[in-house]
């Protein structure tokens, strides 16, 4: 577990100063050096002058409530060139039963450890990374676009012939994290949204060019790896 960061963005802290200075002070009839923000309230220490921010908001729509030379609203735009590149990484193992006389290849066990640096919330971050592993597999093993020799036509037109991956075609996943954050953005977070998708294809095509490999010397199969694909690479079918 990586400890609580807080960290206030820049636009933000500029959006604050800028309702500190004028309109908050306005509103309280006081000066801008005597007010204070924290929690969500501009307030006057020492005073029971306050001001929630959503209701400074709301008065910074409204041009009579403004004081002189302020624009309305409290839009700001911060552009902001990151130093360095961040590089998430991590680690799928696969382990795989195929059957001989079909060719059918099951996944008996799928574990994955990542790094993404931060985790903002874990529970959104697994369930992605298990819809994208998810994806891979289906692209590793069952998803074809397949035409028609003859006319061009594509067969696998909808979802009832394009064999998208069900509950049945995968495992339940072992999954975890090893967060470094990383200091190349004040959240130290890192990208997540395709680490699954990315690292489950070779994973599993890997699986079974290691079991055919140790069976029949096969040292490649293309992807999809169907059952017919597998069987053909079994007996030598080309």
């Known amino acids: 577990m990586t400890p609580p960061l807080k960290v206030k963005?820049?636009?933000?802290?500029?959006?604050?100063?800028?309702?500190?200075?004028?309109?908050a002070a306005h509103i309280l009839?006081?000066?801008?050096?005597?007010?204070?923000?924290?929690?969500?309230?501009?307030?006057?220490?020492?005073?029971?002058?306050?001001?929630?921010?959503l209701a400074l908001a709301?008065?910074?729509r409204d041009p009579a409530k403004l004081?002189?030379?302020?624009?309305?609203?409290?839009?700001?735009?911060?552009?902001?060139?990151p130093p360095a590149q961040t590089f998430?990484?991590?680690?799928?193992?696969?382990?795989?039963?195929?059957?001989?006389?079909?060719?059918?290849?099951?996944?008996?066990?799928?574990?994955?450890?990542d790094d993404f640096g931060r985790t903002i919330n874990p529970l959104l971050l697994e369930g992605q990374v298990h819809g994208g592993i998810v994806q891979g597999i289906g692209q590793a093993l069952l998803e074809h676009a397949v035409y028609d020799p003859d006319s061009g036509q594509l067969v696998a037109g909808s979802?009832?012939?394009y064999a998208m991956p069900r509950a049945g075609d995968v495992p339940a996943f072992a999954f975890s994290t090893?967060?470094?954050?990383?200091?190349?953005?004040?959240?130290?977070?890192?990208?997540?949204?395709?680490?699954?998708?990315?690292?489950?294809?070779?994973a599993v095509i890997n699986a079974i060019v290691d079991a055919l490999g140790r069976r029949v010397g096969l040292r490649h199969i293309d992807?999809?790896?169907?059952?017919?694909?597998?069987w053909e690479a079994l007996n030598g079918v080309h």
């Not at 963005?9 to 309109?23: H, S």
């Not at 990484?89 to 382990?95: A, L, Q, R, T």
């Not at 977070?189 to 070779?202: L, S």
């Open 9 to 23: 963005p820049r636009a933000f802290e500029e959006i604050c100063e800028r309702i500190r200075k004028q309109l």
């Open 29 to 53: 009839e006081v000066s801008a050096q005597d007010v204070t923000f924290a929690d969500g309230i501009f307030s006057v220490p020492g005073t029971d002058l306050r001001i929630d921010v």
């Open 58 to 60: 709301k008065a910074a």
């Open 67 to 81: 004081p002189a030379g302020m624009e309305p609203g409290l839009d700001t735009t911060h552009h902001r060139v």
């Open 88 to 113: 998430p990484n991590g680690c799928h193992i696969v382990e795989v039963e195929i059957d001989p006389e079909t060719g059918v290849v099951a996944i008996e066990r799928y574990t994955i450890v």
């Open 159 to 161: 979802f009832m012939d």
């Open 178 to 202: 090893h967060n470094v954050p990383t200091t190349a953005n004040p959240l130290g977070v890192k990208g997540a949204g395709e680490a699954g998708a990315v690292g489950a294809p070779p």
């Open 223 to 230: 992807m999809p790896a169907t059952p017919r694909r597998v």
